[in-house]
């Protein structure tokens, strides 16, 4: 049985996780930073970077403590490498090289993408590859087939904006605080889906990729007119932003080929009407469903931990450099524009 060290660092969480090739979390600790963040409605780097170093040390001790372990007892330190903001990136990066080396184990870099497309393997025991992953996140939202570890085929992208983002947005024009997701789900659940007449972007549109500022720029347009109430406007923005997802996703699945499954991870996944919708989407095509918890949805080092245990065996050079981008796809080509491929 292997057991690996995992720590994320690439936005706002400070992450620690211990484990192990039986899928068992031995130990994690996640210390958010939404208080630091809140007053200035989003995460501002230089803050993240800050209380990432002071809070992981501390918060790497307190794991081993908990599983009354040593770094002796681990078999390698992997941390997220990228892709993210920078800063943040290089305190968790510059930490694991400093573990490993001290240990002399392994050190495992981990694209923090990976760790959200592997995790609901984490979860579930059963999921094989290929699988078919929404991957929908702050930063990203992407359709991948997933054929192995380091085998993805990228799909579709968004043109603008991540549907978190979206999210994010319209917690923000309904002055909802940060994060908003989770926020912009609550009020929806009181809301008619219905009540306000919002655009679909790209829908039905040959190519299977997403766009989400047009819909966000009609929840403000909707917002200024003063004829909805919030509640109408959270359920309606999220009713449009599902329908968009269920099409999108669609004509992927169409055109993908045979997968095992149809998976969702990354911190919208958590979302329960879009769980709901997925799950039906996959009905339809007979395809079982997987979501992972939500605490394994949103970031978490359980997660990179896991991508490290998927990939025991790799050792990365100690001079490893932090990426602001890792595309998931390298091979994926650029998309600019309203499905205009550049
Ligand atoms: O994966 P994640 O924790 O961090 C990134 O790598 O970006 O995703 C965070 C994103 C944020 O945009 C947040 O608003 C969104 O996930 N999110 C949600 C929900 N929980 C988190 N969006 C919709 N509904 C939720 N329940
Ligand atoms: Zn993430």
Redesign the pocket.
């Known amino acids: 049985m292997a057991l690996v060290l995992g720590i994320e660092s ?2 706002d ?1 400070t992450a620690v996780a211990l484990v192990d090739s039986d899928r068992r979390i031995v130990a994690q600790r996640i210390a958010s930073q939404n208080e630091e963040h809140a007053p200035y409605g989003g995460v501002v780097p230089e803050i993240a970077a800050r209380a990432h170093a002071e809070k992981l040390a501390p918060m790497i001790k307190a794991v081993l403590g908990d599983a009354n372990i040593s770094l002796n007892d681990v078999d390698a330190v992997a941390a997220t490498a990228g892709p ?1 903001l920078i800063g943040g990136v290089m305190v968790g990066l510059i930490s694991a090289k400093a573990l490993a080396m001290a240990s002399d184990k392994p050190l495992i870099a981990i694209n ?1 993408l990976e760790g ?1 497309t592997l995790s609901p393997r984490l979860a579930d025991a059963s999921l094989e590859f290929p699988y078919a992953l929404l991957l ?5 939202c992407q359709i991948l087939r997933v054929d192995g570890v380091g085998q993805y085929s990228r799909m579709a992208t968004t043109i603008d904006d ?4 979206a ?2 947005k319209t ?1 923000k024009i309904l002055s909802l605080g940060f ?4 926020a ?2 609550e009020l929806a659940r009181k809301g008619d889906p219905i009540a306000v007449p919002l655009p679909r972007p790209l829908f039905r549109s040959a190519e299977p990729h997403f766009s989400f500022a047009g819909l966000k720029s009609a929840v403000l347009r909707a917002k200024d007119s003063g004829q909805y109430n919030d509640a109408d406007l959270a359920a309606s923005f999220q009713q449009a932003a599902i329908d968009c997802v269920n099409d999108r996703l669609g004509k992927s699945l169409d055109q993908m080929g045979d997968v095992s499954a149809l998976v969702v991870a ?3 996944a ?3 009407a ?1 769980r709901t919708a997925l799950e039906s989407l996959a009905a339809n095509h007979s395809l079982p469903f997987v979501a992972p918890p ?1 605490a394994l ?3 978490n080092a359980a997660m990179i931990a896991w991508a490290g245990i998927e990939r025991l065996g790799q050792s990365d050079p100690l001079d490893i450099a932090a990426r602001p981008r890792w595309p998931l796809d390298p091979d994926a080509e650029t998309v600019r524009g309203a499905g205009v491929k550049a």
């Open positions: 690439s936005c969480e993210g923090h959200h929908v996140s702050g930063g990203h991540a549907l978190g983002e999210f994010d917690a994060p908003g997701g989770p912009v789900e990354g911190g919208v958590s979302n329960k879009i939500p949805c949103t970031d």
